[in-house]
């Protein structure tokens, strides 16, 4: 097995935390080898970041409205990405301890779109960044992350994470820490980047609030992704097989058998529904499910 083909089985088999981090290194080693290749050539290497950069000019915006989306997978500098992907992963391992994969991948793009909306609103709202509006643009997975963090940390604020240099300390005041940060650097060279932290900081600790209430902000777009996905998922001819076929007949052990599995499976399938939610079945479980209800 060669080192691509490790690689592919390694992303098929991790979890929605692996896939993104996977997603992210993927997007920067690449990008960044053709930077490298250009530059040897004296050729500058500028396009990938106009085009996936999500610009602070809504007019702009227009013109490539998915870079809300694209800029949350870009990074501008090893270390850029190395802080991000080390966070990402700390606190994503602890965020799926309480919360599912879905849920996961849904709140770190709402928190990145929300991430974008603070940072382009504040550009436009502002007197002080007017001058910066149409040189300006955001990149980097930091909006994202800051939503899982303050999950993390809202649901669990005295779980302590030894930190390097310090020891152990609650989460509840790592949050406090990273969101005075960006709060306080939001007139720095880096303005755009902790506003948009403080989007995808407010966006995680609404998350944990609404869910106290019975209300998941994540639900609407995974119900999306699942549309997208049953869309472009291949169908399959089935030919389903008549089991009074060919002239047998099921005896009355078999019948009460066969039907003491289904309601097996579906005792499952609702015990499934209680721990993850509905929105953790598999296509095939919300089939099963249905057809038990006619």
Known sequence: MNFIDLIEQKFRKGDALIRLIFINVAVFVVLQTINILLLLFNQHFSWATDFLAAPANFFFLLQKPWSVLTYMFLHEGLFHILF????????????????????????????????????????????????????????????????IILAVATKLPNMEMRMLFVGNVKLKYIAAFVVLTSFFGITSNNAGGEIAHLGGALTGYFFIVSLRQGKDITAWLNKGIDRIYDLLKPRKLKVKKNENYAGHKMSDVEYNQNKAN???????????????????????EKKRLFESKN
């Open 84 to 147: 991000n992907m080390f966070a990402l992963y700390w606190f994503g391992q602890l965020f799926l301890m309480y919360f599912s994969q879905k849920q996961l991948v849904a709140l770190y793009i709402i928190g990145g779109i929300m991430g974008y909306v603070f940072f382009a609103g504040a550009y436009n709202l502002f007197p002080y960044f007017q001058t910066a509006i149409d040189n300006s643009v955001i990149l980097g997975a930091s909006g994202s992350i800051m939503a």
């Open 262 to 284: 289904r309601m097996k499976e579906i005792d499952r399938i609702l015990d499934k529904i209680k721990v993850s939610g509905y929105d953790s079945l598999s296509a095939d």
